[in-house]
T-cell receptor, first 108, second 112 residues
Framework: DAKTTQPPSMDCAEGRAANLPCNHS???????VYWYRQIHSQGPQYIIH???NNETNEMASLIITEDRKSSTLILPHATLRDTAVYYC?????????FGAGTTVTVRA | GAGVSQTPSNKVTEKGKYVELRCDPI?????LYWYRQSLGQGPEFLIY????????DSGLPNDRFFAVRPEGSVSTLKIQRTERGDSAVYLC??????????FGQGTRLTVV
């Protein structure tokens, strides 16, 4: 599976948009980009995934560059409950290879 | 239940003992996964079941680890001769065809 690179941590202000970057320069043509998050002491929670096109759901938006070598997860209005470790994963089918993720801290 | 259920939530065992960790997936989900998460790290893939069979067990660290899913629903992860390095949170997830993986809360295993 291709690997991803994410910043280890980032802060954002409550109510503002949080933009989480992810580099995946070795992604192959049939691999999806998945985002999960893990709130302290809980199991990972699915957020969104995409292949080529940008995607949006009730939680977030996913912007994938045209060359698919990077993507950005956007939380449109961050709340304190969005404080978590966010994992960007590339792959397909069942085998998710989690890295260290980005620890996002939302501050009031 | 509505989500993936894992029992026990915490397990403390002595080095050398045998342990079993149980996972009840979401009803109807054919895919089941086990992951392991050590402190400060992301989850690490262990094994994947599609139905009753282990489709990929390449993540199991050694032959002390074994998992079963005899009826295609509940799964048990079995660890023999536990070692202190086995201490971690063991996560189970399930999914349907073409759906994302839903994770349970995990079992925290501590080997003393």
């Amino acid at each position: 599976d291709a690997k991803t690179t994410q910043p280890p941590s980032m802060d954002c202000a409550e109510g503002r948009a949080a933009n989480l970057p992810c580099n995946h320069s070795t992604i192959s043509g049939n691999e999806y980009v998945y985002w999960y998050r893990q709130i302290h002491s809980q199991g990972p929670q699915y957020i969104i995934h995409g292949l080529k096109n940008n995607e949006t759901n009730e939680m977030a938006s996913l912007i994938i560059t045209e060359d698919r070598k990077s993507s950005t997860l956007i939380l449109p209005h961050a709340t304190l409950r969005d404080t978590a470790v966010y994992y960007c994963i590339v792959g397909h089918d069942y085998k998710l290879s989690f890295g260290a993720g980005t620890t996002v801290t939302v501050r009031a | 239940g509505a989500g993936v259920s894992q029992t026990p939530s915490n397990k403390v065992t002595e080095k050398g003992k045998y342990v079993e960790l149980r996972c009840d997936p979401i009803s109807g989900h054919t895919a089941l996964y086990w992951y392991r998460q050590s402190l400060g790290q992301g989850p690490e893939f262990l094994i994947y079941f599609q139905g009753t069979g282990a489709a990929d067990d390449s993540g199991l660290p050694n032959d002390r680890f074994f998992a079963v899913r005899p009826e295609g629903s509940v799964s048990t992860l079995k660890i023999q001769r536990t070692e202190r390095g086995d201490s971690a949170v063991y996560l189970c997830a399930s999914g349907g065809r073409d759906t994302e993986a839903f994770f349970g809360q995990g079992t925290r295993l501590t080997v003393v």
